[in-house]
């Protein structure tokens, strides 16, 4: 067999750059290495054309327009911009952001900075499924509210919110809309007039592109918003974003917009179609069951929960082999099971019997044929071992047992 | 998050998994962890009545890789010491034994509590006072 070892399917991660990527990114380290702000000398308008072009096609992919696009380090930084740069500018207006429980934590973790700078945070539960009720929404608007925060698609279960709803809402209300569409961009279609968006973070490294850059849409008419900057500095990117512009980075950004504006619609196909393949065959294990909604829905996650056994031990069992991932605690730095899984609604042990998997550009047929074999040989093997799988197939209730929490 | 070489050993060879039958007089049985914990290890010891000897462990873990090659490593040690030596067993050997990092300590205490609630099992069903545990933190 002529299939490599380690197979990737953590693409919701970070995605290998593209190597069209590259390639169009390595002039700009050596010959073309100008600051972009150098406006007398030939260095720095190839620079500052460079990044030009990139904002075309990264405002394409999304629908915008270049001047609406700004360049950040990556979506951590956009969300961060989104969140503090539009409470500080809207204060005369409100102190209210809704946001919902399954958010990145780039989201969450600034609204809690938000809400100790004197702002007042929503957390919208979501359903078991994943999905916000938009009826919930609209009742968390009140007088103060200034801006709506919903992710697009999520990065653990791969759920995609109604976005045109929640703009119609935001809309309706006069209220912003913000999405973190860091998943999403480039695997889906984007449209930023179509889908009612208002400020929009994505990333390079999610789509093939390069780590260490990403954008923040603002969109400039109906409404014009505004944001705060975070930075003090040269006042780059019409002020709102000052620093040195990461011209390489950029110039990858857009290579990798250019590329799945192109490929996204034959990509999705192709790996919705895999990803497919993979959840059918590892749900006809016993008690395996998928995470959120499976129709709306990324084309390349999936998320699924095999009982009685814990995500990391399983991983354990292919970990040399397949790279994935697990919202089990003993992946995570926290010690605290998936919160995302747990926002639906499901059990610790669930949560922590969950793996992740994230196709991408580069997944082939037989990767996933391999991985089908591998994570049920080991499921089944860990089944055997575990005390309770062996109580569930004597028709113990494992809730019934007096547990000792530690 | 790279694991010893013994832990893997034992993840992929594991030792003694299995069951004893719970209902006789001379297995003990502990049961510890909780599934919403992500670890929950079942240790069973079966005592040579004659010579207070482990003459059988079983166990069997829901957990990580370190879960269960802790629970392996324990019933390897626990065949052969008798009730009282078993007891001496500390999580600290363990961890030594193991090479765990300091965020999978908690799976050699783990190990140790389900030791002690097979010979307290064992220890009750044979008119013996149970054994009062000291707290380890998980």
Known sequence: ?406 | MAYSDKVIDHYSNPKNVGTLDKAKQNVGTGLVGAPECGDVMRLQIEVDEATGVISDAKFKTFGCGSAIASSSLATEWLKGKTVDQALAIDNMDIVEELNLPPVKIHCSVLAEDAIKAAINDYRVKNGLEALVLDEKKH
């Open chain 1, 1 to 406: 067999m002529s299939l490599k070892l380690p197979i990737y399917l953590d693409n919701n991660a970070t995605t290998p750059c593209d190597p069209r990527v590259v390639d169009a990114m390595l002039p700009y380290f050596t010959e073309k290495f100008g600051n972009a702000a150098s406006r007398n000398h030939s260095f720095g308008w190839d620079a500052e054309e460079a990044v030009d072009y990139a904002r075309e096609q990264v405002a394409k992919l999304i629908n915008a327009d270049p001047k609406e696009i700004i360049f950040t380090s990556g979506a951590t930084e956009s969300d961060n911009l989104a969140l503090k740069g539009v409470f500080e500018m809207y204060q005369s207006k409100g102190n209210h952001i809704i946001t919902a429980t399954t958010e990145h934590k780039a989201v969450l973790d600034t609204c809690k900075h938000i809400e100790k700078m004197g702002g007042s945070v929503t957390y919208l539960p979501v359903a078991a499924d994943g999905l916000i009720d938009l009826k919930e929404l609209e009742n968390a608007i009140t007088d103060k509210t200034i801006l709506i925060a919903i992710m697009y698609g999520n990065n653990e279960i791969g759920v995609i919110q109604p976005v045109r709803e929640i703009s119609a809402i935001a809309r309706k209300h006069g209220v912003l809309f913000f999405t973190d569409a860091t998943q999403a961009v480039g695997k889906v279609p984007v449209d930023v007039q179509a889908d009612g968006i208002d400020l929009m973070a994505f990333s390079g490294h999610k789509m093939y592109g390069p780590k260490g850059v990403g954008a923040l849409y603002v969109r400039r008419k109906n409404p014009r918003v505004k944001v705060t900057a975070q930075m003090d500095g040269g006042g780059h990117e019409r002020g709102m974003r000052s620093g040195t512009m990461n011209v390489p980075g950029i110039v990858g950004l857009g290579k990798a917009c250019e590329l799945c504006m192109n490929e996204m619609a034959d990509e999705a196909k192709r790996l919705s179609k895999m990803r497919d393949r993979l959840e059918n065959a590892l749900l006809e294990l016993e008690e395996s069951y998928v995470n959120g909604n499976r129709e709306h829905r990324l084309p390349h996650v999936c998320n699924i929960s095999f009982k009685y056994v814990e995500g990391e031990g399983l991983m354990m069992g292919f970990n040399k082999n397949i790279a994935l991932s697990s919202g089990s605690a003993c992946t995570s730095a926290s010690l605290e099971p998936s919160y995302v899984l747990k926002a639906l609604g499901l059990g610790d042990d669930l949560a922590h019997s969950s793996l992740r998997f994230g196709l991408g550009r580069f997944t082939t047929d037989e990767q996933i044929d391999y991985t089908i074999e591998q994570i049920k040989t080991t499921v089944l093997k860990l089944r055997e071992m575990s005390p309770l799988w062996e109580m569930y197939k004597e028709g113990i209730d494992l809730n019934s047992i007096e547990w000792a929490h530690h």
